[in-house]
């Protein structure tokens, strides 16, 4: 999923504008506003509010969307209706979507008119030579009037921008209609009964949402082994519409996730350099050196039982290393930043791979399948090193981890590791009155959860 940077702000920031208010969660942003067709829109717009608010009946969901204004996207079709034909005469529109091997010229006798026009509309000026990059898959509509003249032509050129050629009475004229995509913001909350990715289906978000969520806890929660029912997130997120209609899902601007007795909370931040990223509330950055799971949990989730799993201290006692049962094939990341140490095959620990971290640590993980790193390779933090397999003694497929401080044994779940790094001190105040707001909508989020069970 590509989202046009211009379409979206790059920075999380200018989202809240009233903060601790509700009403001000809801910014559209529109970046022009031609051809409103109001009525029609807001009419759209007020079922693209009910059908979200739908979700919030299911359980354990949450959907507030509240508009401070009513999103209103371009209609590009309504101009249109500056020939004054619309009314006067019934105009009949043809959709021609262009197929492979297709001319324009073709095209144009299809439709019944003829090439003289077409030549005049190409050579009209530079907006209406976009129609000669017409490709196959693109969609031309006409609109004719009752003599089978052309009354206008529209071309979409690209995803947000369309070219329309109008003609009245010989006369030629051009446009190009933006298309708008706005961002609503939208929140919700899940408790986890059987999985993340049940829990988050009834909270309406998609699987890539779900992951994306759980991407902001993995250095500090285990989605594989530490998942437990009555786990429970809440999200403020972006969900695009382009021209009222639901185009994707856009950034999670904050989160929180509660697992077993520990909480924690993230927030969307652009600090400034440019690159935006997720600060725990005391500003320090999310990511820390080691991942909680080194493995894309999304291959194991979806059919794990929590209530069914042994304490994990047990198993790290019995054999100095966490074992993740997961499907053959299963990408296995570096827990961290380091170097490849070793990468090999022997009959007991099948295809392995051990990576040398900063301050004396080691990972080692065994079993693979297939290895995707040679020895002496720099490494990147989740890059992936191999897969899952059963090789050497393995009685099935799964990942043997282990985290090794100083030559000694340590459970990467308990070890006390460096923290994070802070905001710098001189933009600490800037993240503070931007987090504040909208983490205040987080327990606002969790607070009417707990009301309504009450
Ligand atoms: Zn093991």
Same mark, same amino acid.
């Given at each position: 999923?590509?989202?046009?940077?211009?379409?979206?702000?790059?920075?999380?920031? %200018?989202?809240?504008?009233?903060?601790?208010?509700?009403? +001000?969660?809801?910014? %559209?942003?529109?970046?022009?506003?031609?051809?409103?067709?109001?009525?029609?829109? &807001?009419?759209?717009?007020?079922?693209?509010?009910?059908?979200?608010?739908?979700?919030?009946?299911?359980?354990?969901?949450?959907?507030?969307? /509240?508009?401070?204004?009513?999103?209103?996207?371009?209609?590009?079709?309504? +101009?249109?209706?500056?020939?004054?034909?619309?009314?006067?005469?019934?105009?009949?529109?043809?959709?021609?979507?262009?197929?492979?091997?297709?001319?324009?010229?073709?095209?144009?006798?299809? /439709?019944?008119?003829?090439?003289?026009?077409?030549?005049?509309?190409?050579?009209?000026?530079?907006?209406?030579?976009?129609?000669?990059?017409?490709?196959?898959?693109?969609?031309?509509?006409?609109?004719?009037?009752?003599? #089978?003249?052309?009354?206008?032509?529209?071309?979409?050129?690209?995803?947000?921008?369309?070219?329309?050629?109008?003609?009245?009475?010989?006369?030629?004229?051009?446009?190009?209609?933006?298309?708008?995509?706005?961002?609503?913001?939208? +929140?919700?909350?899940?408790?986890?009964?059987?999985? /993340?990715? +049940?829990?988050?289906?009834?909270?309406?978000?998609?699987?890539?949402?779900?992951?994306?969520?759980?991407?902001?806890?993995?250095?500090?929660?285990?989605?594989?082994?530490?998942?437990?029912?009555?786990?429970?997130?809440?999200?403020?997120?972006?969900?695009?519409?382009?021209?009222?209609?639901?185009?994707?899902?856009?950034?999670?601007?904050?989160?929180?996730?509660?697992?077993?007795?520990?909480?924690?909370?993230?927030?969307?931040?652009?600090?400034?350099?440019?690159?935006?990223?997720?600060?725990?509330?005391?500003?320090?950055?999310?990511?820390?050196?080691?991942? *909680?799971?080194?493995?894309?949990?999304?291959?194991?989730?979806?059919?794990?039982?929590?209530?069914?799993?042994?304490?994990?201290?047990?198993?790290?006692?019995?054999?100095?290393?966490?074992?993740?049962?997961? %499907?053959?094939?299963?990408?296995?990341?570096?827990?961290?930043?380091?170097?490849?140490?070793?990468?090999?095959?022997?009959?007991?620990?099948?295809?392995?791979?051990?990576?040398?971290?900063?301050?004396?640590?080691?990972?080692?993980?065994?079993?693979?399948?297939?290895?995707?790193?040679?020895? #002496?390779? *720099?490494?990147?933090?989740?890059?992936?090193?191999?897969?899952?397999?059963?090789?050497?003694?393995?009685?099935?497929?799964?990942?043997?981890?282990?985290?090794?401080?100083?030559? &000694?044994?340590?459970? %990467?779940?308990? /070890?006390?590791?460096?923290?994070?790094?802070?905001?710098?001190?001189?933009?600490?105040?800037?993240?503070?009155?931007?987090?504040?707001?909208?983490?205040?909508?987080?327990?606002?989020?969790?607070?009417?959860?707990?009301? *309504?069970?009450?």
């Amino acid at each position: 999923m590509v989202i046009k940077a211009q379409a979206i702000p790059n920075k999380a920031n %200018p989202t809240i504008k009233q903060p601790g208010s509700v009403n +001000s969660f809801i910014t %559209p942003f529109i970046r022009n506003k031609k051809n409103l067709f109001v009525v029609a829109t &807001v009419l759209f717009s007020l079922f693209a509010l009910a059908d979200m608010l739908s979700v919030g009946a299911d359980a354990h969901v949450d959907v507030r969307p /509240v508009y401070n204004q009513l999103s209103i996207p371009d209609t590009p079709l309504m +101009s249109f209706s500056e020939n004054g034909m619309i009314g006067t005469e019934q105009l009949k529109t043809i959709h021609h979507v262009v197929k492979k091997g297709e001319t324009l010229s073709g095209i144009f006798t299809d /439709v019944g008119l003829s090439q003289g026009l077409l030549l005049s509309i190409a050579h009209f000026n530079e907006d209406s030579r976009l129609l000669t990059k017409v490709m196959p898959g693109n969609t031309l509509t006409f609109q004719m009037n009752h003599a #089978g003249e052309l009354a206008s032509l529209a071309y979409q050129v690209s995803e947000f921008k369309t070219l329309l050629i109008h003609h009245d009475i010989g006369q030629i004229s051009t446009e190009i209609v933006t298309q708008e995509q706005q961002v609503h913001l939208v +929140s919700t909350h899940g408790v986890i009964d059987h999985s /993340v990715f +049940s829990a988050g289906k009834k909270a309406g978000l998609s699987d890539k949402m779900v992951m994306d969520l759980a991407n902001i806890f993995s250095w500090d929660i285990d989605f594989v082994l530490e998942i437990r029912a009555g786990d429970q997130f809440s999200l403020i997120y972006e969900k695009v519409y382009k021209n009222g209609e639901f185009l994707t899902d856009g950034r999670i601007l904050a989160a929180s996730f509660t697992n077993q007795d520990r909480h924690y909370e993230a927030v969307l931040y652009d600090d400034g350099s440019g690159e935006t990223q997720y600060y725990a509330p005391n500003g320090r950055s999310m990511k820390k050196a080691f991942l *909680r799971a080194p493995l894309n949990f999304s291959y194991i989730s979806s059919n794990f039982n929590p209530k069914r799993l042994h304490p994990v201290t047990k198993r790290v006692k019995a054999h100095r290393g966490i074992d993740y049962s997961a %499907p053959t094939g299963t990408p296995v990341y570096a827990a961290g930043a380091g170097k490849v140490i070793r990468s090999a095959y022997n009959k007991y620990n099948g295809h392995h791979v051990f990576i040398q971290h900063p301050n004396g640590i080691v990972t080692k993980y065994l079993h693979f399948t297939k290895r995707a790193v040679k020895q #002496g390779q *720099r490494v990147k933090q989740k890059q992936t090193i191999g897969y899952v397999g059963a090789t050497g003694l393995a009685t099935g497929p799964h990942l043997h981890y282990e985290f090794i401080y100083n030559g &000694v044994h340590r459970n %990467p779940r308990t /070890v006390d590791l460096p923290k994070a790094e802070p905001l710098a001190k001189d933009k600490m105040a800037a993240f503070h009155d931007y987090a504040r707001p909208i983490l205040g909508q987080l327990h606002n989020i969790n607070q009417g959860l707990i009301a *309504r069970i009450e």
